[in-house]
């Protein structure tokens, strides 16, 4: 079985890449067309432009994301493979979910962005399930036992996709089994701070957190901090409030939060959720 390491953008996945080679590496890109998002670097847009084979205008997540793999592949010496799904902006408006948008109960972000075109780019290299290698820390055993939980009886995740189409036009769908969930650190023992340890005089640069900065699984706190630091795509999460007329997070809106005074800057280590530690990378 060929394996793989599901790389997120944190020291986390990236050590779990140096330390236990595989034979593919995978990060999956959250992609905006908002010109307000573009990347600020032309580096960073040729960059993606020539792992992807497409013209990608910015991301919604932190652009210091696109130097970590910049600098993770020369640190290895090996590629990594970035792959795309649809623009945030088209996954709100299309996809059959309506124009709504995602939530911590309906996480289709996670899913048409970060797993599917994961699964699809699986399915175009490899034709058999692969070992999934995920950085989960030794202390994250109760995530990878709920990831478990949802495999099939031969210890496969299961991902269901479009297969062609019907007479009638419809999407015909077909649910696949095509990895084995695997974690590394955790029967290693190996906990965040030996993780810090070891990249501290590496050359390779690292976002704070990891995943979309307005990702709504943040503390209100956090996302006010993150309006400071990265405005111009945290007026991207505001506006979608208004074209959809939804909300990211039931009990308030992100005008709200921007509007919040920060009495002062916040140690974001300790925010780190689950979306934060790559979570929606897999």
């Known amino acids: 079985m060929k394996t793989v390491t599901s790389i997120s953008g944190g020291m986390t996945s990236a050590y779990l890449a140096v330390h236990y080679p595989s034979d593919h590496n995978w990060f999956a890109l959250v992609s905006t067309n908002d010109t307000d998002c573009a990347f600020k670097d032309s580096a960073c847009a040729e960059y993606v432009q020539e792992k992807t084979g497409q013209q990608v205008v910015g991301t919604l997540e932190d652009d210091l994301i696109i130097y970590t793999m910049m600098d993770l592949e020369q640190y290895m010496g090996r590629s990594i493979d970035m792959v795309l799904g ?65 495999t099939n009886e031969q210890g496969l995740s299961e991902f269901k996709d479009v297969v062609g189409k019907s007479p009638s036009g419809r999407n015909k769908w077909k649910t ?3 990895q084995k969930p695997s974690f590394p650190l955790i029967e290693a023992g190996i906990m965040k701070d030996e993780i810090e340890e070891f990249w501290k005089d590496k050359p390779v640069r ?33 506006g979608q409030e208004a074209i959809t ?14 509007n919040h005074k920060l009495q002062m800057k916040i140690n974001v280590d300790e925010w780190e959720s689950d979306c934060d530690s790559g979570h929606c990378g897999l």
């Open 176 to 178: 696949v089994a095509w």
């Open 206 to 238: 690292f976002a704070t957190l990891n995943n979309c900065v307005g990702c709504f699984h943040r503390n209100p706190i956090l996302l006010r901090q993150m309006f400071d630091e990265h405005p111009n795509k945290m007026e991207w999460f505001l």
């Open 86 to 150: 649809e623009p945030f902006e088209n996954v709100i408006e299309s996809n059959g979910y309506g124009k709504y948008l995602p939530n911590v109960m309906r996480r289709f972000c996670t899913t048409e962005m970060k797993l599917r075109p994961l699964f699809r780019h699986w399915k175009s290299t490899c034709s058999e399930p692969v070992e999934v290698r995920i950085g989960f820390r030794a202390n994250e055993t109760r995530r990878a036992k709920n990831m478990l939980k949802k």
């Open 245 to 258: 007329g939804g909300r990211w997070k039931k009990e308030m809106t992100y005008s709200k939060i921007k």
